[in-house]
């Protein structure tokens, strides 16, 4: 499979923010058109992009979905989030452009439900989204906007998904996501050893062409890049050649 360099574009009232450590009190508002960065991106030979409507991680509504169709009209393949609750949710994100869907909150509350839409549109159009805070020696699974608590875990629910077909996975260390710390190797190698069977996209905080190494190195088959594109740590073009 080949290792995929996905920039990212997080929504919240239809412009591109990053929050640090998923705080929606520590966000950061860049001057970027969501619609010009994305074809940026794309012009520099990004094959995908990673959409997050961060309003609707938190509400459960899909909130940014008009953001999110007028760039997926622009032709690149797009992988999108937040608010995903329903069916009728997870169709109007098919069809506003969305090739894969990513399913954080859901996917943690109602397993059985997802593993309904897995066979129903298959594997590749649905990211299984499991973002995780380290407490107590425990992989847990925040979730609506890593605002709220659950009882299952990482460990739990990543070979879960597996054993039931699923094929993508994100999984984004919360408290390293938007500080620029480099990316959480030793939870990358777990997941590539506990569930080699899944394409896990590593996520949260990237600083360095060597982190993208460095994950690749540790099982990872691809990267989602937020903040060190935004902030011009290094440019797409300088991680596709990497």
């Known amino acids: 499979m080949t290792f995929e360099v996905i920039p990212a574009i997080d929504l919240r009232d239809g412009r591109v ?22 074809q940026r991106y ?44 329903s069916a009728d ?3 109007r994100l098919f069809d506003a452009g ?40 425990r992989w847990t699974l925040p979730s609506a906007g890593w605002t709220e608590s659950e009882t299952r875990t990482l460990d739990e629910l990543a070979p879960w998904y597996a054993a039931r077909g699923a094929r993508h996975l994100l999984c984004t260390d919360i408290d390293r996501d938007g500080m620029l710390a480099g990316f959480n190797l030793k939870l990358y190698r777990h997941l590539a050893q506990s569930v080699p069977q899944l394409a896990v996209q590593a996520s949260g905080g990237v600083r360095s062409l060597d982190d993208i190494r460095a994950a690749r190195d540790a099982g990872a088959h691809g990267v989602i890049l937020g903040r060190a594109l935004l902030e011009g ?9 990497c």
């Open 17 to 38: 923010v990053r929050l640090k450590q998923g705080d929606y009190a520590q966000q950061t508002t860049y001057a970027a058109d969501p619609r010009e960065l994305a």
């Open 233 to 241: 740590r290094f440019t797409v073009e300088d991680a596709l050649a």
């Open 42 to 85: 794309a012009d520099a030979g990004a094959r995908w992009l990673h959409l997050v409507d961060l309003d609707g991680a938190r509400s459960g509504n899909l909130e940014n979905i008009a953001v999110i169709q007028s760039i997926a009209a622009s032709g690149m393949q797009i992988q999108a989030g937040g608010g995903v609750r």
């Open 98 to 137: 969305v090739q894969r869907v990513v399913l954080g909150s859901v996917a943690i509350r109602e397993p059985e439900l997802v593993t309904g839409w897995l066979a129903a549109h298959g594997t590749e159009r649905l990211t299984i989204a499991l973002d995780t805070r380290r407490i107590d020696d």
């Open 89 to 91: 949710d997870l169709q």
